[in-house]
């Protein structure tokens, strides 16, 4: 990527915007294990002045280490040779379950929130750590071994968290699919990762609804040869679902031949312990590289504290483990400090939107973590439920996905912080691995709407796009960069070392580009605007207008299309698909029912090759897509329009067919609303 494919931001070199600046101040009942600002201040100039002593003492502390590391950090963001913990050894699994299950046996590591309440259960250290080894002895027997990938597309049940560690106690490495993704997408992850095994469920249960995961199994993996074993949890035990001999086994009949225990395998701190594949700009989805130690340093560091967890509190991450959310912190965060944490496998709403606040009074717990989207919608429709239960075990309420508006911080703090907790409104990406500005909840003041400040290691800087300058000092506006490397940054992306350069570290030399756009204020609080390239995030779900541009082409009536995310006020960002169709009489067609069919059998389309939750909101048919004199579409154009902002189209100088602008204006007004109806 270069520079010509960001949009610049448009108000980069304008004053800060008007948000609001008053403080809270709040520390959490106990106390925090990072006192003031002052602290934070002191920690915060060691872990950049001195990254080797501050995270070499921080990886002995809090990680095991079956061979200590001889060299802290070598290589540069410049030449993209970042290594951390060099010659280090260890074992992701050992890290999370085994030296808790020795310590604390009987302590709670899984909470288990089941679709349906009434099958609920928890999961000791103990029981835990002879669920994953019998699961490692499959694999093993399988034949998985260090270095080799196993897929996993599981929903978001106590299995997905037993697969992947099993994967990790083999020293092999897993790659996550999010069960809502299509047999397509599973299909195209499984093969760029080239998964020898991939570890499922027969039929997923959400809001009450059965989902069928292993026929979406069975169609992306027709035909893929690699793949030799597909181990299958039964959750729902249909004896209906398909099996094919020789390949298909039963978890449990599998488990039941295996030792309790097996040892783990010890990984170099550079060897990858799992991939997860993200949208960027540009081209198919990139599998991200995170390492055995860097990661789970960063997953520890920022889980202790920026939320200020204590051993004996309960974690409650209501994201899916199909993103970097539910991999950090529903798993490798709180259990590798030995903290027990919630797996919710249904939605807000199922069977009432009391199910949040049920989940906190019944285990009592400490932490929250969710995504604005879901907050939005509890805002919208389920308010009343929430008084309804007693919910004051909450100290700090995580935020994540997108940025969270003021207003939306203020009912948070208020509704269900009762206005006793500490916010903590988390940037960081996938291929950060764990937060990157956030607050230290209790350790310094937070501002709605403001992440606050960057996590320790993490050297942030603005830099203005237009001339690739970093803006120092403060009130500054620009995109978002970290100009030194921390340990859990993404090491590569899987067979592609040239597009992890290009995407991440070529376009600001010296500097990783997180895509983000952001200022920092006259206090040195950092405000994340949205992202600068062409990746949308609807409902926390961070997807690119490119790959559903490729899936909208596909179909047979498409010419040319293209997908722009706006404003919404329920997911965040929503999807606006504009279109032109090869037969343009179709666009005026004697029966207004035909377009309209058209137009869900388009949404359809999107739903079938990426999932459910890549759903364009409206599908707009024009007669031609504005275009600059070379041809380019002009993207910026269709976000304004269908923003209701066409007052604001700006420079249009450059349009080579200035006369479609009103004709968009007349399609928008006609087919998004007639959409919305
Ligand atoms: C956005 C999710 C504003 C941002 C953990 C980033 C945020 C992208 C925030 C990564 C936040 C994440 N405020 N924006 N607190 N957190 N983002 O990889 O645009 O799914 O680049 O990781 O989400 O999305 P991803």
């Known amino acids: 990527m270069t520079m010509d494919h960001l949009i610049v931001h448009e108000a980069h070199n304008v004053a800060m915007r008007d948000t609001p600046q008053h403080f809270y101040d709040k520390q959490p009942s106990r106390g925090s294990y990072i006192k003031n600002k002052d602290q934070y201040t002191e920690w915060y100039n060691q872990s950049i002045n001195n990254p080797e002593q501050f995270f070499g003492n921080m990886a002995r502390e809090y990680l095991h280490w079956d061979k200590d590391f001889t060299k802290t950090l070598t290589g540069s963001l410049e030449k993209g040779d970042v290594a951390w913990f060099l010659n280090g050894e260890l074992n992701a699994c050992y890290n999370c379950v085994d030296r808790h299950a020795f310590a604390n046996p009987d302590k709670i590591a899984l909470i288990y929130e089941a679709d349906d309440e009434k099958d609920n259960y928890k999961i000791t250290f103990n029981e835990l750590l002879t669920r994953i080894c019998k699961v490692a002895g499959v694999l093993q027997k399988w034949g998985v071994k260090k270095g080799d990938t196993v897929g996993i597309y599981l929903p978001m049940t106590p299995e997905a968290i037993i697969a992947m560690l099993a994967v990790a106690r083999l020293g092999a490495i897993h790659s996550v699919i999010f069960a809502g993704f299509s047999a397509g997408s599973l299909k195209d992850r499984i093969v760029d990762a080239g998964c020898k095994v991939v570890i499922t469920c027969d039929e997923g249960k959400r809001g009450g609804k059965t989902v069928n995961i292993k026929r979406i199994v069975d169609e992306g993996l027709n035909g893929v040869q690699s793949v030799s074993h597909i181990l299958v949890f039964q959750r729902t035990g249909n004896p209906q679902v398909p099996m094919t001999a020789g390949r298909d086994y039963y978890w449990d009949a599998e488990c039941a031949k295996q030792r309790s225990y097996i040892p783990c395998v010890p990984i170099n701190a ?31 560091l920022t889980t202790r504290f920026v939320f200020d967890l204590h051993p004996e509190d309960v974690f409650f991450t209501a994201g899916d483990v199909g993103w970097i959310t539910g991999h950090t912190y529903a798993l490798y965060g709180p259990l590798s400090l030995g903290t027990s944490s919630i797996i919710f496998e249904s939605t807000p709403a199922y069977p009432d939107y009391g199910r949040y606040w049920r989940i906190i009074e019944r285990y009592q717990a400490t932490h929250f973590y969710v995504a604005p989207t879901a907050m939005r919608l509890i805002k919208k429709v389920g308010e009343a439920e929430i008084s309804k239960y007693n919910i004051s075990s909450l100290r700090v309420l995580g935020s994540v996905g997108e940025p969270i508006a003021p207003d939306l911080w203020e009912w948070y703090n208020e509704k269900i912080g009762n206005e006793n907790c500490v916010i903590c409104d988390t940037m960081w990406q996938t291929e950060s691995g764990s937060h990157l500005i956030a607050p230290l909840a209790g350790a310094f003041p937070t501002k709605p709407g403001s992440a606050t400040l960057p996590f320790f290691g993490i050297n942030a800087a603005i830099i203005d796009p237009v001339n690739g300058q970093e803006l120092t000092g403060n009130d500054v506006e620009g995109v978002l960069a970290i100009k030194s490397p921390w340990p859990s940054m993404a090491r590569s992306v899987w067979n592609d070392h040239q597009r992890y350069m ?31 390239d062409d990746v949308v995030n609807v409902s926390g779900h961070r997807l690119s207008t490119s790959e559903i541009e490729v899936a909208l082409s596909e179909h047979p009536a498409v010419s040319e299309c293209a997908a722009v995310g706006i404003a919404d006020d329920l997911t965040g960002q929503a999807i606006i698909a504009f279109l032109a169709l090869k037969n343009e009489e179709m666009e005026h067609p004697a029966n207004p029912e035909d377009l309209q069919l058209l137009r869900r059998e388009l949404i359809m389309k999107v739903r079938g090759s990426i999932g459910p939750f890549a759903s364009p909101k409206s599908v707009i048919i024009v007669e031609d897509l504005p275009r600059t004199r070379s041809g380019k579409i002009m993207r910026r154009v269709l976000r304004k329009i269908s923003s209701n902002e066409a007052e604001e189209l700006g420079d249009l100088s450059t349009l080579a067919n200035p006369e479609i602008v009103p004709k968009l204006l007349s399609a928008v007004d006609a087919q998004f609303l007639s959409l919305k109806k």
């Open 270 to 300: 550079e060897d990858p312990l799992f991939l997860l594949y993200t949208s960027g700009s540009t081209g198919s989805p990139k599998g991200v590289v995170h390492t055995a130690g860097g990661y789970l340093l960063g997953a520890a």
């Open 502 to 532: 290009e995407t991440y570290l070529k376009p600001y030399p010296g500097f990783y580009f997180t895509g983000d756009n952001a200022g920092r204020d006259h206090d040195g609080y950092y405000w994340i605007r949205g992202r600068a």
